[in-house]
């Protein structure tokens, strides 16, 4: 009986280090994913900044292209950053299941 118990301990402690194994990997992939956001985010504000300083030496002639360009970085820009927050949370929340 007592090794009919030992062997189950020690499957329950496999089936635990298998859990711990798949959810590292899950890990090193969201943090891929984050770093991966991070840049497409930067570079996202980076093409954002350079649009609105172009297009405020323009003021006397408004480019309506321009303008619907910045717009649409602007809002990739916080899509990218919402995204970005809620993967962080989400690797939060698994690290904190550790």
């Known amino acids: ?3 009919k118990e030992l062997q189950d301990v020690v499957k329950q402690q496999e089936e635990k280090m298998l859990q ?3 959810q590292s990997g899950e890990v090193v992939r969201l943090k891929t994913e984050v ?5 497409l985010l ?6 954002a900044k350079v649009l609105w300083e172009e297009v405020r030496g ?4 408004v480019d309506t292209a ?4 910045r717009v ?4 990739e820009v916080d899509k990218l950053r ?8 989400e690797h939060i929340r698994r690290t904190n299941q550790y």
């Open 72 to 75: 649409m970085l602007r809002r």
């Open 20 to 22: 711990l194994i798949d």
């Open 58 to 61: 323009k003021e006397h002639q």
């Open 1 to 3: 009986q007592n090794e």
């Open 35 to 39: 770093s991966e956001l991070e840049r």
């Open 82 to 89: 919402l995204l970005l927050v809620e993967r962080e949370d």
């Open 66 to 69: 321009h303008v619907q360009e």
């Open 42 to 47: 930067q570079r996202a504000e980076t093409e």
